[in-house]
């Protein structure tokens, strides 16, 4: 089989690595890649927005599957261009990816479902919204509608700065059209988890829990990043968790939309917050979580080729999800100044230490190889990923791989996993 991946990040690299130990598979491109990626996938510099020609590129080269990481191409529609051509394709059609890219909608069918999320109110005019907040309970959280690179939802403390943030999103436009509309929402308290799931339109199946780490700094500090770092499982998902869950927002989900006429094919990623009522949902996302994904996937002992084929073919009832019984860790090393204004072009060193090192996994996001050797490409530049027995052993091996490699302006939080002390 030949296998096209779409994407360039740590969560394409883990997907390519899964997709790699399949016997079914004798060849992966990856479009566009990166340096890590490069060694088991031939990359294409087509970017993941170029439909046209990445769709050029699928039938030509006779690819037999095309899996797509990012959320933009998919709430592009990038799974409705490749279906169109006959490439069978993993990742939902744009009529079901909108369960990320409006958040409004998935609000919506959330109160329309009765699955259990925050308060809210959906405005398209800055006047009714800026009205509303005078009589609204503080914190409170303002979310662009559309995608906004993670960066689109604001906590407010204070009303002088949920006036801002209206102003910034619905007027200066600071996420573009995504703050056409503006959802505001009851803050939530409690731990968050992040559950993954495959569906087939139909069936539902939960892959293992894990837990990202989105702020910059030490200890939650600073501003909100893709992901700084993971674990797997959450020590806090418990099985009662797991079934008040299952039964009352995964399942009734992807009932929901299939009732609305956009079945859901693909990765359903719940992001979760454990309040005191019980587990809310506080965002959908329509592919795999990145750096989840680094930590999952290396815990699962099904062929992904097997389960990705049978959500596309609507068979995913036959399959049987089946995890390790172990815990894996993923730090996120960035350049100094991510999110922000950060530099690029550093040459990595030590990537070598990882050759032969079973459990322990160097995911590439911001690479590329230059004649200098492999350099820095991006704000987070790898995730370095180990396994264990438990959680605390499989941190431990992390932050020993963590010092294997270097490059100047390397920045990682120190803390990730901090959490497991307190379960
Ligand atoms: P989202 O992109 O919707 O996942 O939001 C980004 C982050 O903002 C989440 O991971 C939470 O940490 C936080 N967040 C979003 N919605 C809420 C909420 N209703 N209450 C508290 N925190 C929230
Ligand atoms: N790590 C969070 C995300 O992928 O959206």
């Given at each position: 089989m030949k296998v096209l991946i779409v994407g360039s990040g740590g969560r394409e690299h883990a997907l390519a690595y899964s997709v790699s130990?399949?016997?079914?598979?004798d060849k992966i491109f990856c479009c566009p890649g990166n340096a890590g990626i490069a060694e088991i996938a031939e990359c294409v510099?087509?970017?993941?927005?170029?439909f046209d020609r990445l769709v050029w590129f699928a039938k030509t080269n006779e690819v037999d599957l095309c899996i797509i990481g990012p959320d933009d191409p998919l709430v592009g529609g990038l799974a409705d261009a490749m279906q169109e051509a006959k490439v069978p394709v993993f990742g939902p059609l744009k009529d079901a990816a909108i369960l990320e890219g409006s958040k409004a909608f998935s609000k919506d069918l959330m109160k329309k479902y009765g699955i259990p999320t925050s308060a809210y109110e959906v405005f398209d005019d800055p006047a009714e919204a800026l009205k509303y907040l005078d009589n609204a309970r503080f914190p409170i959280v303002l979310k662009a509608?559309?995608?906004?690179?993670?960066?689109?939802?604001l906590i407010c403390e204070t009303l002088d700065q949920a006036r801002n943030g209206v102003k910034e999103i619905m007027l200066d436009k600071k996420f573009g059209t995504a703050g056409n509309k503006l959802v505001i929402e009851e803050f939530l308290k409690g731990r968050e988890v992040s559950v993954l799931t495959f569906c087939d339109g139909k069936t539902i199946k939960v892959m293992s829990s894990a837990q990202d780490?989105?702020?910059?700094?030490?200890?939650?500090?600073?501003l909100n990043t893709g992901g700084m770092g993971t674990f797997s499982p959450?020590?806090?998902?418990t099985k009662k968790i797991d079934e008040y869950c299952r039964k009352n927002i995964y399942k009734p989900t992807v009932d929901a939309m299939q009732k609305e006429g956009r079945p859901f094919k693909g990765v359903i990623f719940f992001g979760l917050m454990l309040t005191e009522d019980g587990p809310k949902v506080l965002e959908y996302n329509a592919r795999f979580g990145d750096p989840e994904a680094q930590v999952v996937l290396i815990r699962m002992k099904n062929d992904i080729i097997d389960v990705i084929m049978a959500c596309i073919e609507g068979k995913l009832s036959r399959v049987k999800l089946e995890f390790e019984d172990n815990a894996a860790v993923c730090v996120c090393i960035a350049e100094n100044g991510y999110p922000v204004k950060y530099n690029k072009g550093h040459v990595i060193t030590?990537?070598?230490?990882?050759?032969?090192?079973?459990?322990?996994f160097c995911f590439h996001a911001g690479t590329k190889k230059s004649s200098r050797g492999i350099v820095t490409n991006g704000g987070?530049?790898?995730?370095?990923t180990a396994k264990g027995p438990d959680l605390r052993q499989a941190r431990a091996n992390a932050y020993e791989a963590v010092t294997w490699v270097d490059f100047e302006g390397k920045y990682y939080r120190?803390?990730?996993?901090?959490?497991i002390d307190e379960a």
């Amino acid at each position: 089989m030949k296998v096209l991946i779409v994407g360039s990040g740590g969560r394409e690299h883990a997907l390519a690595y899964s997709v790699s130990l399949s016997p079914k598979v004798d060849k992966i491109f990856c479009c566009p890649g990166n340096a890590g990626i490069a060694e088991i996938a031939e990359c294409v510099d087509i970017k993941a927005m170029e439909f046209d020609r990445l769709v050029w590129f699928a039938k030509t080269n006779e690819v037999d599957l095309c899996i797509i990481g990012p959320d933009d191409p998919l709430v592009g529609g990038l799974a409705d261009a490749m279906q169109e051509a006959k490439v069978p394709v993993f990742g939902p059609l744009k009529d079901a990816a909108i369960l990320e890219g409006s958040k409004a909608f998935s609000k919506d069918l959330m109160k329309k479902y009765g699955i259990p999320t925050s308060a809210y109110e959906v405005f398209d005019d800055p006047a009714e919204a800026l009205k509303y907040l005078d009589n609204a309970r503080f914190p409170i959280v303002l979310k662009a509608d559309g995608l906004a690179l993670g960066k689109g939802v604001l906590i407010c403390e204070t009303l002088d700065q949920a006036r801002n943030g209206v102003k910034e999103i619905m007027l200066d436009k600071k996420f573009g059209t995504a703050g056409n509309k503006l959802v505001i929402e009851e803050f939530l308290k409690g731990r968050e988890v992040s559950v993954l799931t495959f569906c087939d339109g139909k069936t539902i199946k939960v892959m293992s829990s894990a837990q990202d780490h989105k702020r910059i700094g030490d200890g939650d500090t600073g501003l909100n990043t893709g992901g700084m770092g993971t674990f797997s499982p959450s020590p806090f998902y418990t099985k009662k968790i797991d079934e008040y869950c299952r039964k009352n927002i995964y399942k009734p989900t992807v009932d929901a939309m299939q009732k609305e006429g956009r079945p859901f094919k693909g990765v359903i990623f719940f992001g979760l917050m454990l309040t005191e009522d019980g587990p809310k949902v506080l965002e959908y996302n329509a592919r795999f979580g990145d750096p989840e994904a680094q930590v999952v996937l290396i815990r699962m002992k099904n062929d992904i080729i097997d389960v990705i084929m049978a959500c596309i073919e609507g068979k995913l009832s036959r399959v049987k999800l089946e995890f390790e019984d172990n815990a894996a860790v993923c730090v996120c090393i960035a350049e100094n100044g991510y999110p922000v204004k950060y530099n690029k072009g550093h040459v990595i060193t030590g990537l070598e230490k990882f050759d032969g090192m079973d459990g322990y996994f160097c995911f590439h996001a911001g690479t590329k190889k230059s004649s200098r050797g492999i350099v820095t490409n991006g704000g987070r530049v790898l995730g370095i990923t180990a396994k264990g027995p438990d959680l605390r052993q499989a941190r431990a091996n992390a932050y020993e791989a963590v010092t294997w490699v270097d490059f100047e302006g390397k920045y990682y939080r120190k803390d990730i996993g901090k959490a497991i002390d307190e379960a």
